[in-house]
């Protein structure tokens, strides 16, 4: 068993290690990956698909505006974007999408997955008033989640509760004490020679961002909590086997990192410090490279959250985010010759990683959940 991981964790390291060839060999980043993330990787917005019968009446259309507002300024503060599908129009594309949707009743909000994320279904659907859209867009624990990242923690572990109560109690002791042991151990890269580096992270006392520092915590969620059915159900959908019967009754746990990325799931026996401290690593080490998409991450959270001014490409998607990579290696000409003729390479490395990845995480928790 130890050798078959030892060599999946190796699969998963060369991997990476292509990914940081293409990228991070053109442009060294020794930012940490979890504060790269905070300062230059907006969330993915979720989809919500906005079901109704005819117009809309006025307080529905001031709620849509209000949201839409949050949603659509220059520095949204809430990842989501709103089509609208009236059913009286006889569309079919939105008759199809309805009754895909589970045909909720209407005026209702279908929110679905970033296209990015490893599932892309829907994951919530509320009728379209104000009290089911509060809980929606907000929640206790999301807040408090927001807060720590903002005040530049490197990881918040949101642990959620199996129900066995001893079960729990040896994840949560496993979680507790190995990431109290990786924050004395564990070392940050140096940035001074980083040019990339913002002058907050160079000048902790004259910039704007929190301090650089390693620093972890754990929030913990019951799966029945009625104020938190939005968050339970973002992450227990993040990846396609999550609620598969052998995982019901485990504890889970989700290192979430930058501006609410969840970087992937440990269940049961898989809360060990080995794989605990492979996901701390990654996270406090370089940010080789630099482009979202090509870095371990299932999907990002719904959140309300003001990140702030962003100091990197806000451009989302792969080619766009490569090209914002590429941008300021040289002259244009040799960044629209790196971009030609490298893309086909590029967009096959990211195949194999998102492919690779997913089958190593996959095994590993089928095996290490299951013992």
Not at 53 to 82: H, M, T
Not at 255 to 274: E, F, M, S, T
């Amino acid at each position: 068993m130890n050798r078959i991981m030892d060599k999946r964790r190796r699969a998963l390291l060369f991997f990476l290690a292509a990914t940081a060839a293409i990228f991070g060999r053109a442009e060294a980043c020794d930012i940490p990956v979890f504060r790269y993330a905070l300062d230059n990787w907006p969330a993915d917005r979720f989809t919500a698909t906005l079901f109704h019968e005819g117009p809309l009446d006025e307080s529905q259309r001031d709620l849509l505006d209000r949201i839409e507002d949050y949603a659509l300024a220059d520095q949204p503060i809430l990842n989501i974007e709103i089509d609208k599908l009236d059913l009286a129009s006889g569309e079919e594309r939105a008759s199809l999408l309805w009754e895909k949707a589970g045909a909720p009743p209407t005026p209702g909000l279908v929110v679905s997955y970033p296209g990015s994320a490893m599932n892309s279904g829907p994951v919530s659907a509320v009728p379209f008033e104000a009290t089911s859209l509060k809980g929606l867009l907000d929640s206790p624990q999301r807040r408090e989640l927001v807060s720590r990242l903002q005040n530049g923690q490197s990881a918040v572990w949101v642990f959620i509760a199996s129900g066995d109560t001893e079960k729990d109690a040896e994840a949560i002791a496993t979680l507790e004490s190995t990431l109290g042991q990786l924050e004395k151990t564990l070392e940050l890269p140096s940035v001074e020679d980083d040019p990339n580096a913002p002058a907050d992270l160079l000048d902790p006392e004259g910039g704007d961002g929190p301090t650089l520092r390693i620093e972890f915590s754990i929030l913990t969620l019951e799966r029945d909590d009625p104020t938190e059915t939005l968050l339970v159900n973002l992450l227990l959908n993040s990846e396609p086997d999550l609620l598969e019967p052998d995982f019901a009754s485990e504890p889970m746990v989700f290192p979430i990192y930058g501006r609410g990325r969840v970087l992937y799931a440990l269940i049961g026996k898989g809360i060990n410090p080995d794989v605990i401290r492979e996901a701390c690593e990654f996270l406090v080490g370089p940010c080789s490279c630099q482009v979202k998409d090509l870095n371990p991450g299932s999907t990002d959270l719904l959140l309300t959250a003001n990140w702030g001014e962003l100091h990197g490409d806000p451009m989302q998607g792969l080619e766009l985010g490569i090209a914002g990579a590429v941008d300021g290696l040289g002259s244009s000409k040799q960044s629209e010759s790196f971009l030609s003729g490298n893309l086909a390479m590029v967009l096959g490395v990211q195949a194999i990683l998102v492919l690779g990845v997913s089958a190593f995480l996959l095994m590993r928790r089928r095996e290490t959940s299951l013992g």
